[in-house]
């Protein structure tokens, strides 16, 4: 079993297609809050590292992408199948819809589902209530108390977590065909009748709060988190998922089960279910599983939010590398613009050893290891971000280089060479981004169903980024990368070169 007491990698604050928050994709340049590397989000003390929620136009982690591009062509024709999977929508009697896709080659099921609402429904001073109640499903539901349904899931073979988001509240389990019915009574107690026991918040309290501490001696937590109110303000996008210690503590068992009454509903659930199971027999689970909560959800309103850019911030540490992250305007996921944004992002920094900045920053002068652009998307706010890291003494040349970089994508966007050569990767490189697993398939299938795409996705998803032109790319480029950014450093004083000036 598992159970998640972070957000881990989730529902950055601005995660899309192109960074980490709620994209339905994750090919390279698109990251959703269902979050690739939650720049935008503070660091969580991770047990496990969860597949981004994000299966957006976002993209393939970067230290596997070598072994990912090796592997490309002996997979493609098996992954090539996977993209034409049959996807069926299944409705069970009480209304209750789930996409299926079904494999009875190996015995095995993946359950995903969501609920709206997440870390950004934390009440004012109970920061980190939302994160703290995923923590707690697996310790005792129902008549069980922790160590009873903890071992009731050893017994049965199956795997569940939780995790919170910042614009959702994520399950999933995992569990052997032949073990379904003992391994969906349990995530039904999980669902409608968790415990929230004292000990186990408690318990659990305590671990997140030894992560806060652990993390107020990290420049790059602390930086992120004033990175994330200056950018954000009084929004609750500027908040720490886990809390702070002062908010920890004032929150109780009855403010957890306030919460989880008003969030637990059908009327905000999206599920995904992949492997060996059949539609009537999942129709029934469904009922079983998500039947009995409240129709509706009653959850606060949350305001969309422009980031604040033009300013830079400063986090002096006297450290021998400096962090450099850059934060332009991004794009929504239902933009008509948002492929062309998208193809653009991969071409400037999203294609891990191909993107221009790469070319730059790491190949033309050794400037940093890695340099990358992300397009950031959450439902509430949307950015492009760009993030490097360098010697202290070159990173002045190194901003002013990815500066350069950007105002030339700005004023003459990319050329034909280079969005044929995206496009041909992007669309042959989404099974292996997205369809790797039954797990990574349920996701995906879940943030299809969040962003509204429709259930034929995948067989338009070709055709929508071969529709983008030339005119297109330049124009998204123009429209996103002409404002003056955000800046935020995180080193010594940073010393200005000569012609290092605002690109």
């Not at 969906?184 to 918040?201: C, E, S």
Request: proline residues 5%.
């Amino acid at each position: 079993m598992m159970s998640m007491v972070h957000a881990s990698n989730f529902p950055s604050p601005l995660v899309g297609e192109g960074g980490s928050a709620r994209s339905a994709e994750t090919d390279e340049g698109w990251s959703r809050e269902r979050n690739v590397s939650l720049r935008w989000n503070t660091p969580h003390p991770s047990p496990s590292a969860t597949p981004s929620p994000t299966r957006g136009e976002g993209k393939i982690h970067r230290a596997v992408a070598t072994l990912c591009f090796a592997l490309f062509f002996l997979l493609l024709p098996a992954l090539a199948a996977r993209a034409e999977m049959n996807i069926q929508e299944v409705k069970s009697k009480k209304g209750i819809a789930a996409w299926l896709v079904e494999d009875h080659s190996i015995p095995l099921i993946s359950v995903r589902f969501v609920f709206d609402g997440g870390s950004a429904q934390d009440p004012a001073g109970k920061d980190g209530l939302v994160n703290l109640m995923t923590g707690l499903f697996d310790e005792g539901a129902g008549d069980l108390d922790s160590d009873a349904f903890q071992q009731k899931l050893d017994d049965a073979g199956a795997e569940m977590s939780f995790q919170a988001a910042r614009d959702g509240t994520y399950g999933s389990m995992r569990m052997l065909s032949e073990e379904k019915n003992e391994a969906f009574g349990l995530l039904k107690l999980a669902v409608n009748q968790p415990r929230f026991d004292q000990a186990p918040i408690d318990r659990i309290r305590a671990q997140v709060l030894f992560g806060i501490l652990a993390n107020e001696r990290d420049p790059n937590t602390v930086a992120q988190q004033r990175w994330l109110r200056a950018i954000y303000g009084e929004h609750p996008y500027s908040r720490s998922d886990q809390g702070t210690k002062d908010s920890l503590t004032t929150i109780t068992a009855d403010d957890i089960k306030a919460f989880h009454k008003a969030n637990f509903a059908r009327g905000g659930l999206h599920v995904a279910v992949v492997g060996d199971i059949d539609a009537a027999t999942l129709s029934d689970k469904l009922d079983e599983v998500f039947g009995d909560l409240p129709e509706k959800q009653t959850l606060a309103p949350v305001a969309d939010v422009t980031p604040k850019l033009g300013q830079q911030l400063e986090v002096n540490y006297d450290l021998p590398q400096t962090s450099l992250q850059l934060a332009w305007p991004g794009v929504k996921r239902s933009d008509p613009d948002f492929f062309a944004a998208v193809l653009m992002n991969e071409i400037l920094g999203g294609s891990t050893f191909t993107s221009r900045l790469f070319a730059e920053v790491r190949e033309k002068r050794g400037l940093a290891y890695g340099v990358s652009s992300d397009l950031i998307d959450n439902e509430h706010s949307h950015a492009l971000l760009v993030t490097t890291a360098t010697r202290s003494d070159r990173a002045a040349e190194t901003l002013s280089i990815v500066r350069q970089v950007v105002k030339d994508m700005a004023e003459n966007g990319p050329t034909e060479e280079e969005l044929a050569a995206i496009k041909k990767y992007m669309i042959g490189a989404y099974a292996i981004n997205n369809l790797d697993s039954s797990s990574s398939i349920a996701a995906t299938l879940v943030e299809l169903q969040v962003d509204d795409l429709g259930i034929d996705y995948m067989k338009r998803r070709a055709s929508l980024i071969d529709a983008v032109t030339l005119a297109d790319v330049k124009a998204a480029a123009k429209k996103l990368l002409s404002a003056e950014p955000a800046v935020m450093v995180i080193g010594p004083p940073l010393v200005q070169v000569a012609g290092s000036g605002k690109g």
